[in-house]
Nanobody, 117 residues
Framework: VQLVESGGGLVQPGGSLRLSCAASGFTADYHSIGWFRQAPGKEREGVSC??????KTYYSDSVKGRFTISREKNTVYLQMSSLKPEDTAVYYC?????????????WGQGTQVTVSS
């Protein structure tokens, strides 16, 4: 069971990025999958989650209206727009319960997102 994040990078404030979370070893369609992030010196926080079957989505207040989560087969995406410097963090994905982690796999290395001019 493995989840691999990709798509991060350096972007200017107001810019956009799309992150990908590729699942293997299990059928991600059967589980809620969430995105989480951890900024330097801070706790990991939930960002977004998408449920199986009906594809309901949930967002933290800090990203609502700017980020969009979606899924296709065994990959979950996070489209991030209107990025702010405070979005700078390492982003991870894993199984979720709403936007709380309920890990099905060890946390991966994540993908670094840096928002800076």
């Amino acid at each position: 069971v493995q989840l691999v994040e990709s798509g991060g990078g350096l972007v200017q404030p107001g810019g956009s990025l799309r992150l990908s979370c590729a699942a293997s070893g299990f059928t991600a369609d059967y589980h809620s999958i969430g995105w989480f992030r951890q900024a330097p010196g801070k706790e990991r926080e939930g960002v977004s989650c998408i449920t199986p079957n009906d594809g309901k989505t949930y967002y933290s207040d800090s990203v609502k209206g700017r980020f969009t989560i979606s899924r296709e087969k065994n990959t979950v995406y996070l489209q991030m727009s209107s990025l702010k410097p405070e979005d700078t963090a390492v982003y991870y994905c894993n199984r979720a319960n709403y936007i709380e982690p309920m890990p099905i796999a060890y946390w991966g290395q994540g993908t670094q997102v840096t928002v800076s001019s």
